[in-house]
């Protein structure tokens, strides 16, 4: 698909207001959160939608809402997020009536990584880094992880910030897009997860969806809690999801049948091929489609900078880099660019560093805490 075949937005990358960013904060339960959401970013979502709805009557050459309709009824995504994360599907309810959208456009908005599945895209990636470097007055080692998370270039410009509060867990910054409820996150207790799809990994047509679980995993105050929530649940797509916490990093990659932990290391580096997993890459029609997404090139990237990250700040350098090919940026045969990028020092509560767009070319900020995060 050619990245002309249908509306970009006009500048794509940062955000827009004070210093590039958009951040929301918001508190109570899921329909309140969604509400406010939805209410705020209404015309965010709106463009998002349109742009998204027109990608898909193009690829799929009927009706955006043939589409949708037929998604949702060959797949069972939407009742296993009811039933297993019913405060988070409130959420998606919520910002589908705040922003006057309908529902099941949300919903499938929010089902990225199932949909991307479901079509067998190959062209999306993301890549992230995780290690241990010597933060503060002690001299400690502390864990720090970060990620550029890549996603359709269509989809710039709708970057957002939300800061969850007073919640059923530990305060919460999630790093998004506008009608969505979270693409990768960290929280005051110190818990940070990124993630990156695997698309040779066993995928299904129900389970929980990405999206869910990442929020899910949020909730929880440690790695240790987290891992276990992972294995608890039914995935939906193959994904490999990196936990850190002020003194683990890990690596889980996660599919239709079950969760493979990576090995133990001071060390965690992941794009999108399997890694530690007991699969074979079938699922790739041939190496050439396989590598249009770079998974390759960016893991090769990430070895080669990770002797760069010994201080907090020192990922900015690393995920900026367009020569790599780190930062992805859109050709008319790959549509799609880097999103955002952020780097999170898994002290009590974290420092946050984000890029809300390209990070080539998007400033960096830090997201603060409340006085009372956690």
Known sequence: MDSSSFTL??????????????????????????????????????????????????????????????????????????ELSPDLFAEVEGIASGSGQPFDDVLVYNLMDEEWRYERDPNIGCSTIGTFIQAGAAGEATAVLGQN????????????????????????????????????????????????????????????????VIRELLRRRNAAAAADCLASIPHASGQHYALGDPSVIRGYECSAEGCVAGPASRHLLHTNHILWSPYEDDANESTHAFEAHGTHTRMAGLQDGLDQVTSPGDMQSLLSATDSGLCVLPAPTRPAETFCAAEFLLTVPPTVRIAPGRPDKTPWQTIGWSSNPD
């Open 149 to 212: 998370m890549d996603l359709p270039a269509s989809m710039g410009g709708s970057q957002i910030v939300l800061q969850i509060e007073k919640g059923d867990g530990p305060d919460q910054v999630v790093l998004s897009g506008a009608g969505m409820i979270g693409l990768l996150g960290v929280n005051a207790a110190g818990l940070a997860v990124c993630v990156n799809t695997v698309r040779a990994l066993p995928a299904a047509t129900d389970g929980l969806p990405v999206a869910f």
């Open 9 to 82: 937005p006009d500048e794509p990358g940062p955000a827009a207001g004070s210093g590039g960013l958009r951040l929301l904060r918001v508190e109570g339960d899921g329909a309140a959160r969604g509400k406010a959401h939805g209410e705020e970013f209404r015309g965010l979502i709106a463009d998002a939608l349109e742009r998204w709805r027109e990608s898909l009557a193009l690829r799929e050459n009927i009706a955006a809402e043939k589409y949708i309709e037929g998604f949702l009824s060959a797949t069972g995504f939407a009742a296993c997020a009811r």
